[in-house]
């Protein structure tokens, strides 16, 4: 069964940072894309960052010069590093794979920005 949980989420200043972390199992995970995606209050879920198995990356236009994704194909985990955080970054971020097709997630990790 694939397990994804999510951790790192937290409160911080406008301009502060924070590191999410996304444990995997369930799947061969060096063979996986992995997604972060968040929705905020009131909002639809967007995508926030993809990396590949191999390391390649990817980020939507509101978060590509702020937010890293890396990934440790040892310790089957993905990480978000969030810096220069905004209050419109307040979400709830969530782990996303595919596995047959199917789309699966963590239980997300909540972080929220004060002004």
């Known amino acids: 069964q694939v397990h994804l949980v999510e951790s790192g989420g937290g409160e911080v200043p406008a301009g502060g940072s924070l590191r999410l972390s996304c444990s995997a199992s369930?799947?061969?995970?060096?063979?996986?894309?992995m997604k972060w995606y968040r929705q905020g209050p009131g909002k639809e879920r967007e995508l926030v960052a993809s990396?590949?198995?191999?390391?390649?990356?990817n980020y939507s236009d509101s978060v590509k010069d702020r937010f890293s994704i890396s990934r440790d194909n040892v310790r089957n985990r993905v990480y978000l590093q969030l810096s220069s955080l905004k209050p419109e970054d307040t979400a709830v971020y969530y782990c996303?794979?595919?596995?047959?097709?199917?789309?699966?997630w963590g239980q997300g990790t909540r972080v929220t920005v004060s002004p």
């Open positions: 990396i590949t198995g191999s390391g390649g990356t």
């Open positions: 996303n794979t595919i596995r047959g097709g199917l789309g699966f």
């Open positions: 369930g799947i061969n995970f060096r063979l996986h894309p």
